[in-house]
């Protein structure tokens, strides 16, 4: 597993956005088995910061990459939660991109919002404010999805926020 899984770790930061879409959709389906368990830390790190990366580069941004890490804080949160300060500015950039397919956007929407459950304290204190910032700014798009994504996301950024300080 870790020959096939290195070699796929490049992919998804690759310059060709179907084939680092493509690499990133196999990679989630990797992340979703059983053989996943056994996958090292630093494969794990490795695939998180190419998949930043991809996020970061609007070439390679898509759909199957949100999806990658979305799987990722699923099964490694305890790793994801170090990038989740890179991650939420990847998702609110999508999001404050008004040419972005509404498809992206639904994504990083749902992105953020499962960054936000495996967040530490310290992370969500500082990151919290920019981030509801960026969804209320959200233009009011005309598919109702993004809308109620967008607003439950607000509600759950709400919640964490007032959690947060609930604990200092």
Known sequence: MSLVSISAAAAPAGKLEPVAGGAAACLQALVETDNWKRAS???VHEICQRTIAA?????????????LIRSLASVNADILSIYGTSLLRAG??????????????????????DVL???????????LPFTMQVWQ???????????????????VCSYFWHSCWFFF
């Open 41 to 43: 830390s630093d494969l």
């Open 92 to 113: 609110a950039e999508i999001l404050m991109l008004g040419s972005s397919p509404w498809q992206q956007r639904m994504s990083a929407a749902k992105l953020l919002q």
């Open 137 to 155: 700014k959200e233009k009011p798009s005309r598919l109702w999805k993004i809308c109620v994504t967008s607003k439950h996301a607000v509600w």
């Open 117 to 127: 459950t495996i967040l530490d304290k310290e992370t969500l204190t500082s990151e």
């Open 55 to 67: 996020l970061n580069e609007k070439s390679t941004r898509t759909v199957a990459h949100m999806h």
